[in-house]
């Protein structure tokens, strides 16, 4: 048995044969042409060709996968029509008389070389992208055909050194159980295609993946990124336990997906995502998410040198708000301190951390860390349904404070002539007893609440959440926290404001009857998580008496 070790992109198990995939060698041969016009009017219409092929392609995943799936195809085509791209290829032609597939094989090059040097490991990405268009272009200018993808008969997992956006979507997922390639990246498009799609994938595991044989046993472990070739017995009855767990959960996927939250007796609910970033936005989308109920983006400064530009946030929400095509996202502001401490905030050492400088408090402390966040949001608020929240909130004046700033940002957008949207909207986290204390107070102030029960938790039962020396003190169902949960939603309802619950009490199976008869507008849980609440809900009779 051999083990490689990659990067998962969508948890699942395959066990199969490998059906090793080598793309057809593109080496390209230069020529010089007499007529460069002729050439030219070669190059358009293979471009014309290679569009209708995107249109095809972009249809074909619309009916798979569905709208957000389907936008890099879109994206594909834009890049194709793209005024720099063609430019160089013309200019090559042109200047240098060489034929159209040289041309395009070098501006690919040289494209690609700009992207892959990139900072932002999502533009980084986009090389793999221009090297897709380009080979589409250099293939329908040989006169090709598409390449045969998969094999026909039992279902396979395709091993190949990499494989583009395009070649990912001609998989038939009838006869593809799974695809490890030994390149790419985990925010290429390829690997949001394999979540899109439920495809188990792993990639970057390395060249020696190519040294496998056509035909030889493997486990595609995606939930932890492992690949193994040829196991041994005790591997195999290990992770074939391991699929039909994870096959259980799919199932229930199957049934519910595309049902409403409803109870016996009619009453609805909202069941939206916790995300972290971008990564996350496939499995929402698959488990079914009515939305995004907390974007934690504060996961956009960790593990950097430096702050995040406006640009980069930018791109990240705008992405976010385009995937989930018109679905609310609610994204926190950053919530840095306590448990998430970044080194180039310079913070001073704390005694005590959690209570200490986080949250709003370092936004309202420097306003401009803060602005540049609201105006990456306000900007990205045209792509879609956005709500933005304030976390760790105690006070009227930090709810007047943060609104104002945001008042204030979206005036120097207007007068920059950028569009923002005008139906955002705007609310808090109760995280704090004192917040839900005066909930009454703060709910005029707001559009929405979102009760972050896991601080609300700690604070109000003094007990770090991070202390596991604790636990046995720690009752996660206390009535002081449940009653404070109440309180916040009655408070918001008297002002005639929605009210979720975003903390990891919304996905306690043992709660969702609680804040079903508390009125709780939406909770917002693991993705993983929605479907087994709505298969609860789906169950539930809130006419009978409360167990
Ligand atoms: C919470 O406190 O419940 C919450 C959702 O925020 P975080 O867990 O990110 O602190
Ligand atoms: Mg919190």
């Known amino acids: 048995m051999k083990v490689l070790s990659g990067k998962g992109v969508y948890g699942?198990?395959?066990?199969?044969?490998?059906?090793?995939f080598h793309r057809k060698s593109r080496s390209v041969t230069r020529y010089t042409v007499a007529d460069g016009e002729a050439e030219i009017h070669r190059f358009r219409?293979?471009?014309?060709?290679?569009?209708?092929?995107?249109?095809?392609?972009?249809?074909?995943?619309?009916?798979?996968?569905?709208?957000?799936?389907?936008?890099?195809?879109?994206?594909?085509?834009?890049?194709?029509?793209?005024?720099?791209?063609t430019d160089a290829v013309l200019h090559a032609i042109?200047?240098?008389?060489?034929?159209?597939?040289?041309?395009?094989?070098?501006?690919?090059?040289?494209?690609?070389?700009?992207?892959?040097s990139m900072e932002d490991p999502y533009m980084q990405a986009r090389a793999a992208d221009i090297r897709d268009i380009s080979h589409r272009l250099i293939r329908v200018l040989e006169g090709k055909g598409e390449e045969q993808m998969a094999p026909k008969?039992?279902?396979?997992?395709?091993?190949?050194?990499?494989?583009?956006?395009?070649?990912?979507?001609?998989?038939?997922?009838?006869?593809?159980?799974?695809?490890?390639?030994?390149?790419?990246?985990?925010?290429?498009?390829?690997?949001i295609l394999a979540r899109t799609m439920g495809i188990p994938a792993v990639v970057a595991v390395g060249g020696q993946l190519m040294e496998a044989r056509d035909g030889e046993t493997v486990i595609v472990d995606g939930f932890a990124g492992r690949v193994y070739l040829s196991p041994?017995?005790?591997?195999?009855?290990?992770?074939?336990?391991?699929?039909?767990?994870?096959?259980?959960?799919?199932?229930?996927?199957?049934?519910?997906?595309?049902?409403?939250?409803?109870?016996?007796?009619?009453?609805?609910?909202?069941?939206?995502?916790?995300?972290?970033?971008?990564?996350?936005?496939?499995?929402?989308?698959?488990?079914?998410?009515?939305?995004?109920?907390?974007?934690?983006?504060?996961?956009?400064?960790?593990?950097?040198?430096?702050?995040?530009?406006?640009?980069?946030?930018?791109?990240?929400?705008?992405?976010?708000?385009?995937?989930?095509?018109?679905?609310?996202?609610v994204i926190r502001t950053v919530d840095i301190g306590a448990d998430k401490q970044v080194?180039?905030?310079?913070?001073?050492?704390?005694?005590n951390p959690a209570m200490g400088m986080r949250g709003i408090r370092i936004c309202l402390n420097r306003p401009s860390v803060f602005r540049t966040q609201l105006r990456a949001l306000l900007r990205a608020s045209v792509f879609g349904k956005l709500a933005v929240m304030f976390p760790m909130i105690t006070s009227v004046s930090e709810v007047r404070d943060a609104m104002e700033l945001a008042t204030q940002v979206r005036q120097d957008l207007d007068r920059e002539g950028i569009p923002c949207s005008n139906r955002t909207e705007w609310g808090i986290m109760i995280e704090t007893p004192a917040a839900a204390l005066i909930s009454d107070r703060l709910a005029p102030l707001v559009d929405f609440f979102?009760?972050?029960?896991?601080?609300?938790?700690?604070?109000?039962?003094?007990?770090?959440?991070?202390?596991?020396?604790?636990?046995?003190?720690?009752?996660?169902?206390?009535?002081?926290?449940?009653?404070?949960?109440?309180?916040?939603v009655q408070h918001a309802h008297t002002a005639g404001k929605w009210v979720g619950i975003c903390g990891e009490l919304g996905a306690d199976g043992e709660l969702t009857e609680c804040f079903l008869r508390m009125g709780v507008d939406e909770l917002s849980v693991p993705p993983a998580y929605i479907l087994r609440l709505r298969d609860k809900i789906r169950n539930l009779d809130l006419r009978n008496d409360q167990k």
């Open 12 to 20: 699942g198990i395959a066990i199969g044969k490998i059906s090793l």
């Open 232 to 329: 041994d017995s005790q591997t195999l009855e290990r992770m074939e336990e391991k699929r039909k767990e994870d096959q259980k959960e799919k199932d229930l996927l199957q049934k519910y997906k595309g049902m409403d939250n409803v109870t016996l007796d009619g009453t609805r609910i909202d069941i939206f995502a916790n995300i972290q970033g971008l990564r996350e936005v496939g499995a929402a989308l698959l488990h079914d998410a009515g939305g995004i109920g907390l974007f934690r983006s504060e996961f956009l400064y960790l593990d950097r040198r430096d702050f995040p530009t406006e640009e980069e946030q930018f791109q990240v929400y705008k992405t976010v708000l385009q995937s989930m095509g018109g679905k609310k996202v």
């Open 450 to 488: 979102s009760i972050g029960t896991n601080d609300l938790t700690q604070y109000t039962l003094a007990m770090d959440r991070q202390n596991r020396s604790i636990a046995a003190f720690l009752d996660p169902h206390h009535e002081a926290v449940m009653r404070l949960i109440e309180m916040t």
């Open 45 to 85: 219409q293979a471009k014309a060709v290679a569009a209708e092929e995107l249109t095809a392609l972009y249809e074909k995943a619309l009916r798979d996968i569905g709208e957000s799936g389907a936008q890099i195809f879109e994206i594909h085509r834009m890049m194709l029509e793209d005024d720099d791209y």
């Open 94 to 116: 042109r200047t240098e008389g060489v034929n159209a597939e040289y041309a395009v094989a070098t501006a690919a090059e040289n494209f690609s070389m700009v992207f892959s």
């Open 153 to 191: 008969e039992e279902p396979r997992i395709i091993c190949a050194d990499d494989l583009s956006p395009s070649e990912t979507m001609r998989l038939d997922r009838e006869l593809v159980a799974a695809f490890v390639t030994a390149d790419g990246s985990v925010n290429s498009h390829t690997a």
């Open 343 to 351: 080194g180039y905030f310079g913070l001073e050492r704390e005694e």
